[in-house]
């Protein structure tokens, strides 16, 4: 049954709606502290969807639900047309989900308004959404579960001289030693086959960031490494300010965020199942029957998911017991808005020697990236003459955008071109000699290092 599947699906979000009961959504500006020692940083997120402030768009939306709620349009909400109101926690699970699952149901006038005799208002029920953290910029972070082990087990592969150490000689060498990893055969040595049964990044990035609570990001827990949100800009600023900006529209972008610490912090933006979902939803909304097929107890759970009666009391808005196409289209396109501005930021931290190799963040080093292995290390300052100092490894910081939770952190790096993409079947950005399926010749002549990779640039000087 698809409802119950999503609602499951989106109770992912519980953990970050601690922070949607603190008033202090109301502030429209999302600024960060990153204290690290006796210095403080300051990420000022400037976010934007469709071009509009991220506020505005949610302000925009929130009237699109009272707009939709209000069928008898006299410009206020009764208690019955409140029935068509989602609940500001409704409102949140989006986060997760491709709709506004029929949960938390406001039972009352009572809940938005002072007084039960009143109407709710248009801007009543704004601010009911922001006192309530709805429309809100949700920030959650999670440790990188596996790094020390993961750490141990490029060390143990890599030093094949069994010095302790890993020489300049030996990570050149990193594509040969790594090979025999390589159990799935897919040319991508991946944290599991790392570590077996190791997953990657290993937990939900699900502990909200809130005004009343600082989170750790150091590795050794330590406290070395602090971010928290800040209610306001600080009188006397004398830290160092960033802005990152992320802008939404078709898909999530942003100018990569640069905050300059001990630690390592890399920022990036991918895709969310959000539009994939919705667009499932709307294919088995509108190929659904009006009603559930009587039958039996056992028979009603499998055939419910081709009834839409559980839509009937979110969206019948002329309140006559019957669904029309326009109800349904209408109601469809309101979640369409509401899903559309759902961000979350995934702050991701204690990354090691794992996060800094793979540097499109896919959960597997390629062949590119261990052939650059050194060079990657030498520009963190992890090396020393020809070894590397694995004590100076940095703590690495991953904050990934997205829209709705992440399939995955990996960051787009294969071509548009399309052969390139049918060929590039493990996603790494290059097509290797095993993928290329043309002749030898043919991939000599595209090779033009001759490094026996097809890179993006090679492919597109071809085209």
């Avoid at 896919?362 to 050194?374: F, T, V, Y």
């Avoid at 060079?375 to 690495?396: G, I, Y």
Wanted: aromatic share 6%.
């Amino acid at each position: 049954m698809r409802i119950v599947l999503m609602v499951i699906f989106s109770l992912l979000v519980t953990a970050l709606e601690a922070s949607a009961q603190d008033k202090q959504n109301l502030n429209p500006t999302t600024l960060l502290s990153l204290s690290e020692g006796d210095q403080t940083r300051l990420i000022d997120l400037q976010v934007t969807v469709d071009k509009l402030p991220y506020e505005t768009y949610w302000t925009k939306t929130f009237d699109a639900i009272f707009d939709f709620a209000d069928s008898n349009s006299d410009g206020v909400l009764s208690a019955e047309e409140l029935r068509l109101v989602p609940s500001a926690r409704a409102v949140r699970l989006s986060l997760g989900s491709s709709f506004t699952p029929p949960v938390a149901a406001i039972q009352s006038l009572k809940e938005i308004v002072s007084d039960e005799a009143q109407k709710c208002t248009r801007e009543q029920l704004r601010e009911y959404y922001l006192n309530h953290g709805a429309g809100s910029l949700q920030i959650g972070s999670g440790q990188l579960a596996n790094t020390a082990a993961i750490t141990a087990a490029l060390v143990r592969t890599l030093d094949t001289d069994g010095d302790g150490k890993l020489s300049q000689v030996e990570l050149n060498q990193a594509e040969t030693a790594l090979r025999r990893l390589d159990t799935n055969d897919d040319e991508l040595i991946g944290a599991g086959e790392l570590v077996p049964n190791a997953t990657y990044p290993g937990r939900w990035a699900a502990r909200a960031l809130r005004p009343s609570t600082d989170i750790d990001l150091s590795a050794s827990g330590d406290h070395s490494l602090v971010l928290k949100q800040l209610l306001t800009r600080p009188a006397e600023n004398t830290t160092e300010e960033t802005v990152w900006h992320i802008n939404l529209a078709d898909q999530v972008t942003d100018r990569p965020l640069k905050v300059a610490t001990h630690s390592l912090c890399k920022s990036w933006s991918v895709p969310g199942p959000q539009q994939e979902l919705f667009q499932q939803l709307r294919e088995e909304i509108n190929n659904a029957a009006d009603e559930a097929p009587e039958a039996s107890t056992e028979q009603s759970s499998r055939n419910r998911r081709s009834s839409r009666a559980w839509l009937k009391p979110l969206a019948d808005r002329d309140l006559n017991g019957t669904l029309t196409q326009q109800e349904i289209d209408r109601w469809l396109d309101l979640q369409q808005q509401l899903i559309h501005g759902q961000l979350l930021i995934s702050v991701y931290y204690g990354g090691g020697l794992f996060e800094l190799l793979d540097t499109n963040h896919d959960a597997g080093l390629s062949i590119r990236e261990l052939r650059s292995a050194w060079k990657t290390l030498d520009s963190a300052a992890c090396t020393s003459e020809k070894h590397v100092e694995l004590d100076r490894v940095p703590n690495v910081v991953l904050f990934v955008v997205s829209q709705g939770y992440p399939d995955s952190l990996a960051r787009t790096s294969t071509s548009e071109i399309e052969w390139f993409q049918l060929m590039d079947r493990n996603r790494d950005g290059d097509v290797s000699r095993r993928e290329f399926t043309g002749s030898p010749a043919a991939f000599d002549r595209l090779d033009q290092d001759h490094d026996s990779l097809i890179s993006p640039s090679e492919a597109e000087k071809a085209n």
